[in-house]
């Protein structure tokens, strides 16, 4: 039995893993943020090797590591947790999302692969073709 849990969100805003790599990659000192509402109660197995999967344009498509969280008091005064990810982006095996609000937790044994390295860098498939692709179970 894993002694981790994923996380799974929408990348909102983001057209291609590409989009989402030369975001990443401006960020300074390689570690970047996502900050969300609330707060994992399973803390302890995402800072175990979790990694938070990448959903765009319907297609889960990418991971980056996680490697801590903190707290985060916003304008409003509302806690918040901001979920420290670090770079590279990993590409992944393409699957299929529906949409959703905030983040879900995604168990290992359902998480899509790791594309093997010389498959890392080809090119993208456009998203109305990875969709299709990721519903018949192709890629």
């Known amino acids: 039995m894993a002694k981790h849990i994923n996380l799974v969100k929408l990348c909102v805003g983001i ?49 980056q590591e996680i490697v801590g969280l903190e707290e985060v008091i916003g304008e409003d005064g509302v806690r918040r947790c901001r979920i420290l990810l670090s770079a590279p982006l990993i ?21 899509p692969a790791d594309l093997p390295q010389g498959r890392a860098q080809e090119p993208e498939l456009p998203p109305e073709l990875a969709q299709t692709l990721a519903e018949i179970g192709v890629i």
């Not at 969300?36 to 175990?48: A, F, N, S, Y």
């Not at 699957?95 to 983040?103: D, I, K, N, S, V």
């Open 15 to 63: 057209d291609s893993f590409e989009e989402l790599n030369a975001y990443i990659e401006a960020a300074p000192g390689g570690i970047r943020g996502h900050v969300t509402r609330m707060w994992p109660k399973q803390e302890d197995k995402l800072l175990q090797g979790g990694s938070l999967y990448w959903v765009i344009k319907g297609v889960i498509q990418a991971r």
């Open 91 to 111: 590409r992944t095996q393409n699957a299929q999302r529906r949409p959703f609000q905030g983040w879900r937790y995604l168990k290992p044994e359902d998480a």
